[in-house]
C-alpha cells in the first residue's frame, strides 16, 4: 500500500460505481491526489470510509470535478451521500472546482481538452494522447 502515493494530471471517466476507492486504511498520508479530472455520468465521485477524512490520511485537492446528470456531483463517506461543499468542510477538495472540463469529443472517446479548459488554471498539463489507449 505504501504512503504518500501521488496522483496527478489523470482523467478518470466511465465507472460504474465510484472513480475513486480507497480500501486500505493507514495512520499516515496515504495517497495525494490532485490535478485530475473526475468525470462522472451518474456515479459517484469516489467512496470511502470517514476514518480516513477524519484522521486526515488522504489529501485530494485542485481537481476538476463533473458529473454530467446533475448539477453536484456525490461522494459517498461510508454509508452518507455528499456534496463538494460538504466535503471541502471536512478539508478535502479546498480549491478543486466542480466545472466541465471541456473535452474536445468525449462522446467518441477524445479526452483532449480544449484550450480554455478550467482545468489548466488548476494546473492540469496537457497529455499526449498519441501513445495512449489499447495497442496491438
Known sequence: YGTSNHVRNNIFAFSKHSLLMLSRFER???TVFENNILFSSGSEIYGFSSK????ETV???RNIIFDSTKDQP???DSDRFRTLSKIQALGLETDSLVADPKFIDLEH???RLADDSPAFALGFRKIDMSDVGPRR
Open 28 to 30: 499516515h498520508i496515504s
Open 52 to 55: 480516513f477524512i477524519y484522521n
Open 59 to 61: 489529501i485530494s485537492n
Open 74 to 76: 456525490e461522494f459517498r
Open 109 to 111: 472517446f477524445d479526452f
